[in-house]
């Protein structure tokens, strides 16, 4: 009777010290939307319900003594309106092991790009930037997969994420190089990102704001891309604008994006609208409706179902989505 307490006693004392230093976090998000869609998975106007980046994720951390910590997340995507997989990647998301402590953080794996959460994504508020209303005009250069990243630890208010990914199997992709940098003054948070792709030397630069005042939140990117590899399309800027104005559980938002020409291709601008409405039912769910309206030129198309540059009336289709939608966080 004593050895049995003795050992139930010792096994307790090993769980509570496993618990102690080591956790792990089941996370996801469940988005979807009924949307009428016009010249977006087909050429003219169809009836869908709608998967905005649902996913299911899982992460920890191991408290390994001496202010140093192993890190994991891995992150699978699927379609809530089918239940398919999204993609050919089973982690299709962020998928990385790591070390953390006061020199900062190390990751190894699939990562998405620093460059693109401190600019691009940081003003995507009505629906962060996820389905048919994402920001079509962003250049993204991030390889994501085989990917090394270094983040520092906070400098003045401000860290900075530096990133590799390695160049490697049949294909022998390029590397890619990238930099994210977030910080803020006072109430003004601001952001930096840089990609360059080491074979064609593709690369993007951008830079972001964004002024919290009261209820009323503002934010905006610039950016300036360079298409140099064969058949490049040369330089472009791009533009974005959002705002969201809060009233109890209510959001308004609209952001407006233009991207100019392709300095090596004519008539290649485009323009794209978003007005939103989110009512927060608690902190994780809120239901939401939206307008979008991606406006192209007339050579170039920049909406993604419509990259081979389908053409209606010697102008590229205009893509637009009116959605009403669920999501949910846990």
Known sequence: MKMTLIVAAVSALA????????????????????????????????????????????????DLGGGLKADFL???RFNSDTGTQTG??????DAYVGL???????????????????????????????????????????????????????????????????????SRNNKVFGLGVNGAIGKLQLGFGYEKNDGDKDNQLAIRGLYEMGALTFGAY???????????????????????????????????????????????????????????????TKVYAFYTVTDNGSNYSYFSYLGNGAVVNNRAAEASALALGVRHNF
């Not at 956790?23 to 169809?46: C, D, F, P």
Request: glycine share 12%; net charge neutral.
């Open 88 to 93: 050919s990647a089973f982690w299709a998301g």
């Open 222 to 284: 610039y950016q300036r891309s360079q298409d140099k590899g064969v058949g490049g399309l040369g330089n472009r800027d791009a533009y974005r604008v959002a705002a969201m104005y809060t009233a109890g559980a209510s959001e308004f938002h609209v952001n407006v994006g233009m991207a100019d020409d392709w300095s090596k291709l004519g008539n290649s601008d485009a323009k794209q609208y978003t007005v939103g409405y989110n009512y927060n039912l608690s902190k994780r």
């Open 15 to 62: 769980a509570t010290g496993a618990l102690a230093q080591s956790s792990v976090t089941v996370y996801g998000r469940l988005n979807t939307s009924l949307e009428e869609q016009k010249n977006i998975a087909v050429n003219g106007n169809q009836s869908v319900m709608q998967n905005n980046a649902s996913r299911l994720g899982f992460k920890g951390t191991e």
């Open 74 to 76: 891995l992150e699978h």
């Open 100 to 170: 953390s402590g006061g020199f900062g953080a190390i990751k190894l794996g699939r990562l998405t790009s620093a460059a693109y959460y401190a600019t691009a994504d940081y003003i995507s508020m009505h629906n962060h930037d996820t389905g048919t209303s994402d920001d079509k005009l962003y250049t993204y250069l991030g390889q994501n997969a085989n990917t090394i990243a270094y983040t520092t630890p906070s400098l003045g208010g401000f860290t900075a994420e530096a990133s590799i990914s390695a160049g490697e199997g049949a």
